[in-house]
């Protein structure tokens, strides 16, 4: 088996992965290698093609308001592509332009089947291949994990994030399970196709009031909900408090039923769109410690039993708040870089830049409560 040896290996080639590279390379790390199973921001490139970013770009990045989809102080997808909401396809193509631009060392197709811990650092086997790194990075992201068992019959279900457009899914009448971003998502450009949609959803996202996009919907979907429902006064029922217990299969179809004790029947599979699990959860779930179904994170985002091992992305937790938004993840792609270059003996002062533009926030007070799709229960019994 081939053998190579690196600094820092890090595991997916998505944003979270990337930006990391690039604040690595800031201060000097060389030996350094990004391992993708796919292709540069796979993820994105299978997202619905009418789904957009819900975070809006814009470049105000000299006024030191970098670009809310930016990962890094100096790049702008929105200036890039001149579109405020990124479809998943321009946004792959900007981390593509990234790499290029910065020449980072991404290694596609490579997926990494196997970690172990050796000695301080990691063994990693990708395509046959073992690399041996003193610090690893796990970036491998949450949509590549639909939670698709959240429930019996979840298997009956259409998984929302995997439909390739909503103009090719067939049949007028739905039932999409979950009322959070890709819920609404859904039902929105079913219901622009002329569809109705019956929106089964645990709590009222819809209702909640809450300034963190995290936590409530996003003003971007508020607003098409609005517009939609003002346009089409019947094209979406919103259903509320409907915690879906099982679907089953029928003769002319489906059916759903909720905790309450209602049943909805539908001729089309339900659109299942109830969140994603965690690479770290799916994959490396022995390298954490764990607490009421979260991964335990060191104050510098470590596992706190391989103190070498780092996550960066979307399912990192501190006091109680989950970094869900590229916006909220980037800003410890500098803590993670300082962190592994004090440990290699290197100067990190030029992070100074990535400091002042918010992506080495190291005061934790910017944490707030925050779902992002996985409600407070399932969570609970989301053990490893
Ligand atoms: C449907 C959806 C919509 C979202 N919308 C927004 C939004 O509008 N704004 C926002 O800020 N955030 C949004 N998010 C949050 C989202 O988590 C981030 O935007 C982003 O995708 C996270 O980046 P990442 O690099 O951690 O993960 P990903 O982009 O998923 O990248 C992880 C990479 O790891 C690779 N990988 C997986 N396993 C392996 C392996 N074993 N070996 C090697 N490579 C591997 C995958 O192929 C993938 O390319 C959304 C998330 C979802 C699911």
């Known amino acids: 088996m081939r053998e190579s040896t690196f600094d820092v290996a890090i595991v997916g080639g998505g944003p979270a992965g990337l930006g990391c590279a690039l604040a690595l390379r800031t201060i000097g790390v060389e030996r350094l290698t990004i391992l993708e199973s796919q292709n540069v921001g796979a993820s994105f490139r299978k997202w619905p093609e009418e789904m957009r970013l819900i975070t809006p770009s814009f470049h105000s990045n000299s006024f030191f308001s970098t ?29 593509e332009a990234f790499v290029e631009h910065y020449e980072l060392p991404v290694r596609e197709y490579s997926s990494v089947d196997r970690l172990d811990a050796d000695g301080e650092g990691f063994l ?22 639909p939670d698709v068992e959240t429930f019996p019959g979840a298997n009956l279900c259409r998984i929302a994030s995997q439909v390739e457009s909503w103009q090719g899914v067939q049949g007028d009448e739905f039932v999409v399970i979950g009322g959070y ?44 909900l609005a517009r939609i429902v003002r346009a089409l006064p ?27 004790g209602s049943s909805f029947a539908t001729a089309e599979p339900p659109i299942l769109a109830t969140g994603f699990e965690s690479g770290i959860k799916r994959q490396v779930a022995s390298f954490f ?18 103190p070498n091992l780092f996550y960066s992305g979307p399912s990192l937790v501190h006091r109680g708040s989950k970094f869900c938004f590229i916006y909220k993840f980037r800003a410890r792609f500098g803590v993670i870089a300082q962190e592994i270059g004090k440990r290699l ?38 053990a490893p």
């Open 67 to 95: 670009d809310l989809n930016a990962i890094s102080p100096n790049t702008s997808p929105g200036d890039l592509f001149g579109v405020e909401h990124l479809s998943g396809k321009q946004y792959a193509a900007y981390l």
């Open 124 to 145: 990693l086997e990708a395509n046959g291949e073992t690399i041996r790194a003193r610090f690893a990075i796990w970036a491998t992201g949450e949509f590549s994990f």
């Open 181 to 224: 971003e890709s819920g609404i998502d859904a039902a929105y450009h079913l219901a622009c196709r002329g569809c109705t949609v019956k929106i089964l959803s645990r709590g009222e996202p819809w209702d909640i009031d809450d300034p963190d996009p995290s936590v409530s919907l996003s003003p971007f979907t508020k607003e098409r």
């Open 234 to 260: 019947d094209s979406i029922e919103l259903h509320g408090d409907r915690d879906v217990i099982e679907v089953i299969r029928e003769e002319a179809g489906y059916r759903v039923l909720t905790l309450d």
């Open 289 to 306: 410690e764990w607490q009421g179904g979260r991964p335990i994170f060191s104050e510098v985002d470590s596992s706190t039993l391989y």
């Open 345 to 382: 003996g290197l100067d990190t002062s030029s992070l100074s830049d990535w400091e002042r533009r918010g992506f080495l926030i190291e005061d934790l007070d910017c944490c707030v409560d925050c779902k992002c799709e996985i409600e407070s229960s399932a969570l609970e019994e989301a």
